[in-house]
């Protein structure tokens, strides 16, 4: 059996990951990227001007608050969901992801995001057959200063056979 290189499984990964990502085009409208460390997924939403809700403040519109929430928690489920089938198979199915669907979403605006680079990280509390809740938070400068956070329950994509 032939072992791959580090070079190559990183590889695999990142381009798993990209296909991944390329099935949501609102992540390119909005520049959304993900890095990633390992099965750890940074979200990251590069500041733009057309980002900004209250130009008084200058703030980011909560709508994109939101929604950098929301697919942050979209993806890191879709990607812990692959992560078995991936490591074994070496890749992502060919074809579209199936992707969990939003049941519901909070969204806690703690402080307003001002105008620069966000990041955001989700942690998967609970991931079944059929449900998942997943809790999302964003910061900008400082981990620790979190200007949003947000809860969400997804209804999981069901395995080819699963009745």
Not at 53 to 69: E, S
Not at 97 to 120: M, S, V
Not at 121 to 148: I, K, P, T
Request: avoid cysteine; hydrophobic fraction near 45%.
């Amino acid at each position: 059996m032939a072992f791959e290189s580090v070079q190559q499984v990183k590889a695999r990964r990142d381009a798993a990951l990209g296909q991944l990502v390329s099935h949501l085009p609102y992540l390119g409208f909005l520049g959304i990227r993900f890095d990633r460390r390992g099965d750890e997924l940074t979200a990251v939403l590069p500041f733009q001007d057309m980002l900004i809700g209250n130009p008084i403040r200058p703030a980011l519109h909560g709508g994109v608050t939101a929604a950098f929430l929301e697919v942050t928690a979209i993806i890191e489920l879709a990607w812990a969901f692959a992560w078995e089938e991936m490591e074994a198979g070496g890749g992502l199915p060919e074809g579209a992801p199936r992707l969990p669907k939003t049941i519901d979403f909070t969204t806690d605006f703690l402080r307003p995001g001002l105008p620069r680079d966000a990041y955001a990280r989700a942690r998967v509390n609970r991931s079944g057959r059929r449900y998942a809740s997943v809790h999302v938070e964003a910061w900008q400068d400082n981990r620790a200063r979190l200007f949003a956070q947000g809860t969400g329950h997804f209804l999981m994509p069901q395995h080819e056979g699963d009745a």
